[in-house]
């Protein structure tokens, strides 16, 4: 249900365009309208001008930026278009894996979002892994890769799936490259795109990396109302904007050009001790603080990579963002749990947000322009 606009504001304050804060203070919903007008003036300001986001003490955020269209390359692997047509051929390669029937593309479909659309995928021998496969559209941007964060750059990420036993499960990496040396074509690539038939894990590695930080996902009307086209967003589009910088706290977590912050949250959803059972980021550092945390995710293209969390647990936007509005689950440790320092402590960024369904589906509504 669109929302009509409150009555026109009074003569003294319409005279002069509110500023942000004071246009946001009109949009609670106390009744079931909004003053969309006030809130696309607040809007059409330049962003340092927008309204407050309502983001927690300590919190490190930055404003909403549209993605630059030059992802960061680190300086001992530059990009070239015979490395990113070398890479390309790779990960669409089933011959990297242990029997030749499952490529990086299998879990990564650019029709897909650069997902595949599974609450978690499946590799050798239809193994079903723990994980949903993250998109790699925006990986070229990210700090760290993987939902526990094990890898620090797509160098080091692309090689973990050729070797692990649920996915392309190779007994090592020597496997996979002896296949690769094997083809006479793969080494007159190499030679092009390194001035070396050389082949080896290293080579491989900087090939999909350098495939991947060629991706980016596709521009949407966000980055084109950033841009400054306001009529890509309609009124509760621009509504939704808004209660995701303000009233429904997403910028606690979802901020910036990229839309994360990079960091590991406990949502809640780790099932200590049950059937899906996953501790996720301690399960790399050792920490039990870290128990139960996951990586932030980018929401860009989001709306293209259901379903969603590092289980698939939700197969829709709406039911994700019901979650967030309810604070996410907070499950309590049995009598058996309680000395247990591996128990996940809730996020404090948590908190119930008595959103009204018009509000949730507004946020939806946006989010499905990023």
Known sequence: MLLGAWAPVAAAEAAQPPGGDACADRQRIDGPLVDFACLRRAYAQPSERWP???????VAWQELAPLPRTPPTPTDNPSTPERIALGRRLFEDPRLSRSGQIACANCHDPQLGWADGRSVSFGHDRQTGRRNAISVATSAWMRTLFWDGRAASLEDQALHPLVDGREMANRSLARAVRRVRRDPAYRAAFATAYGSDRIDAQLIA????????SLAPRTGRLDRFLAGHA?????????GLHLFRTKARCMNCHSGAEMTDHGFHNL???FHGRRRHDLGRYEVTGDPADAGKFRTPSLRGVARTAPYMHNGLFP?????????DA????????PAQRDDPTFPRPDPLLRPLDLQREEIEAIVDFLEQV
Request: aromatic share 6%; no cysteine.
């Open 52 to 58: 407050a986001p309502h983001v927690d003490p300590g």
């Open 206 to 213: 900087r090939s999909l990396a350098t495939f991947q930080r």
């Open 231 to 239: 009529d890509q967003l309609d009124d509760r589009q621009l509504w």
């Open 268 to 270: 809640g959803l780790h």
């Open 316 to 324: 829709h936007l709406l039911g994700v963002v019901r979650a967030y």
């Open 327 to 334: 604070g996410m689950p907070a499950p309590r440790p049995t």
